[in-house]
C-alpha cells in the first residue's frame, strides 16, 4: 500500500486482544500495550504523511518492490527480518530509509560467509558489530549492491551516492537521492490515482512476520 501512497493503522478491538503487550526488535526496544501501539502506529502515519518525505518514501518502496523474490535467500536469517522491517515497520527521509537497508544488508553478507567458521559457532555473539573494511565494501557494491542499482534505474550521480550512504556525503549527493525517490514516488500516486483502485491485495506480504500471528489489520 505504501507503494501507492497508503498506510496500513493497527487497531486491537476484540477483548482477547486488549491485554497484549509487544516489545519492538530494534532500539530502543520500547514495551508497547495496545494503547501505545496504536498510537506509535500513528505516528509513523503522520511520518509516511509528512509532506517533506511523502513522496521520497513511496518512490523508496516502489524501488525495494523490483527487487525479485528470493534475492536474499543466501542471506542470514536476520536479514528477512531486516527487510521486512524496512519495508513495512520505518516512516522517515528515504536517506535514512536507505542506509538501514545498506547497513542491515552489509552486515548480514559478513554473517553469512562467516556462519560456517569455527570462530562463529564458538561465540555467535562476538560477531554482532562486525563491520566490512573498505576493500571488502567496495567489492560488495560492485557484485551485489550495483545490481539493485541497476534495478532501479540510477543516473551514474545517483549510483554514486548510494555508494556514499552510510559515509560522509555531500549535501548534493543527499539532494540526488532524495530527487531520485521524490520523482519515482510522484509518478506512482499520479497512476494510482488516475486508474481509481488502490490494490489491497499485496497489503498482508508487507507486514512484518513477527507482527501477522498477533496483530489483526484493518484500515481506518
Given at each position: 500500500?505504501?507503494c501507492k501512497g497508503?498506510?496500513?493503522l493497527?487497531?486491537?478491538?476484540e477483548?482477547?486482544?486488549?491485554?497484549?503487550?509487544w516489545?519492538?526488535?530494534y532500539?530502543?526496544y520500547?514495551?508497547?500495550?495496545?494503547?501505545?501501539?496504536?498510537?506509535?502506529?500513528?505516528?509513523?502515519?503522520?511520518?509516511?504523511m509528512?509532506?517533506e518525505f511523502?513522496?521520497?518514501?513511496?518512490?523508496?518502496f516502489n524501488?525495494?518492490?523490483?527487487?525479485?523474490?528470493?534475492?536474499?535467500n543466501?542471506?542470514?536469517v536476520?536479514f528477512?527480518s531486516?527487510?521486512?522491517?524496512?519495508r513495512?515497520d520505518?516512516?522517515?527521509?528515504?536517506?535514512?530509509?536507505?542506509?538501514?537497508?545498506?547497513a542491515?544488508?552489509m552486515?548480514?553478507?559478513?554473517?553469512?560467509?562467516?556462519?560456517?567458521?569455527?570462530?562463529?559457532?564458538?561465540?555467535?555473539?562476538?560477531?554482532?558489530?562486525?563491520r566490512?573494511?573498505?576493500?571488502?565494501?567496495?567489492i560488495?557494491?560492485?557484485?551485489?549492491?550495483?545490481k539493485?542499482?541497476?534495478?532501479?534505474?540510477?543516473s551514474?550521480f545517483?549510483?554514486?551516492?548510494?555508494?556514499?550512504i552510510?559515509?560522509?556525503m555531500?549535501?548534493?549527493?543527499?539532494?540526488?537521492?532524495r530527487?531520485?525517490?521524490?520523482?519515482?514516488?510522484?509518478?506512482a500516486?499520479?497512476?494510482?490515482?488516475?486508474?481509481?483502485?488502490?490494490?489491497?491485495?499485496?497489503?498482508?506480504?508487507y507486514i512484518?512476520?513477527?507482527?501477522?500471528?498477533?496483530?489483526?489489520?484493518?484500515?481506518?
Amino acid at each position: 500500500m505504501q507503494c501507492k501512497g497508503k498506510r496500513v493503522l493497527t487497531v486491537f478491538v476484540e477483548e482477547n486482544e486488549l491485554d497484549q503487550r509487544w516489545k519492538d526488535a530494534y532500539p530502543p526496544y520500547a514495551e508497547h500495550n495496545v494503547l501505545s501501539f496504536v498510537v506509535h502506529d500513528i505516528q509513523h502515519m503522520e511520518k509516511f504523511m509528512q509532506n517533506e518525505f511523502y513522496y521520497e518514501q513511496i518512490g523508496f518502496f516502489n524501488c525495494l518492490k523490483k527487487i525479485p523474490e528470493g534475492f536474499f535467500n543466501s542471506l542470514s536469517v536476520g536479514f528477512s527480518s531486516d527487510f521486512d522491517h524496512v519495508r513495512a515497520d520505518m516512516n522517515a527521509c528515504s536517506i535514512h530509509l536507505l542506509a538501514f537497508f545498506k547497513a542491515k544488508w552489509m552486515h548480514a553478507e559478513l554473517l553469512s560467509t562467516a556462519a560456517n567458521s569455527s570462530y562463529y559457532k564458538a561465540a555467535p555473539q562476538d560477531f554482532k558489530f562486525i563491520r566490512m573494511s573498505l576493500h571488502e565494501q567496495l567489492i560488495w557494491e560492485r557484485d551485489k549492491f550495483d545490481k539493485i542499482l541497476d534495478l532501479w534505474n540510477c543516473s551514474p550521480f545517483v549510483r554514486w551516492s548510494c555508494h556514499k550512504i552510510c559515509y560522509q556525503m555531500s549535501e548534493e549527493e543527499v539532494r540526488a537521492i532524495r530527487l531520485f525517490f521524490a520523482q519515482i514516488g510522484k509518478q506512482a500516486v499520479n497512476k494510482a490515482e488516475a486508474s481509481g483502485v488502490v490494490d489491497l491485495s499485496v497489503t498482508y506480504s508487507y507486514i512484518p512476520k513477527h507482527r501477522r500471528k498477533q496483530a489483526p489489520y484493518r484500515l481506518i
